[in-house]
């Protein structure tokens, strides 16, 4: 930032924001130097817990410390694992929906451009294909699935139902 930006910024009441942003952008570098310290000593406290015969052993603040470390460590790793593959898993759904909305938009121009020519080859009139999905709805607010038309109404179980036919 030139020296007017950030003279604006701080007249604006920016100087928290800039604050937090300067104070984010550390963090992560810390903690990439604080692991790597933590990694260096482990290894070496590893390789001298090795030379110690378990008769002897470690006193049992040193292994408090040491389960500490370890749970802290393991709770900052498999939450950030969480939300990393939370967050690729939203942006490929993201993707997937989008695509798939897009096909389906597509599908379904092609279908109202194809099905408004079509007429009923026996009397003349706008075929079945051609209704709005409302108004192929039948008595009980459903469509009939692919590949079938309903044809009126039945009884069923003393219930009125739409009598959904297969198409040949």
């Not at 470390?69 to 460590?73: H, K, L, N, R």
């Given at each position: 930032m030139r020296h007017n930006e950030i003279k604006k910024k701080v007249n604006e009441g920016g100087l928290a924001d800039m604050a937090q942003r300067v104070e984010q952008d550390h963090e992560v570098q810390m903690a990439r130097s604080d692991?790597?310290?933590l990694a260096k000593y482990s290894i070496k406290l590893h390789n001298m817990?090795?030379?110690i015969p378990e008769t002897k052993g470690i006193e049992?603040?040193?292994?408090?410390?040491?389960t500490k470390?370890?749970?802290?460590?393991s709770s900052v790793y498999?939450?950030?694992d969480y939300e990393m593959k939370f967050d690729q898993q939203q942006v490929a759904e993201k993707k997937k929906s989008s695509y798939?909305?897009?096909l389906s938009a597509m599908l379904e121009s092609k279908k109202k451009t194809e099905s408004k020519d079509e007429l009923c080859k026996e009397c003349g009139k706008p075929s079945w294909k051609t209704l709005d999905e409302e108004k192929q709805k039948g008595v009980d607010g459903k469509v009939?699935?692919?590949g079938y038309r309903r044809m009126g109404t039945k009884k069923k179980n003393g219930k009125t139902v739409d009598n959904?036919?297969?198409v040949d």
């Open positions: 692991l790597y310290k817990l090795a030379m049992g603040w040193q292994q408090a410390k040491i470390a370890a749970d802290y460590i498999h939450n950030l798939k909305d897009g009939c699935w692919k959904c036919v297969k």
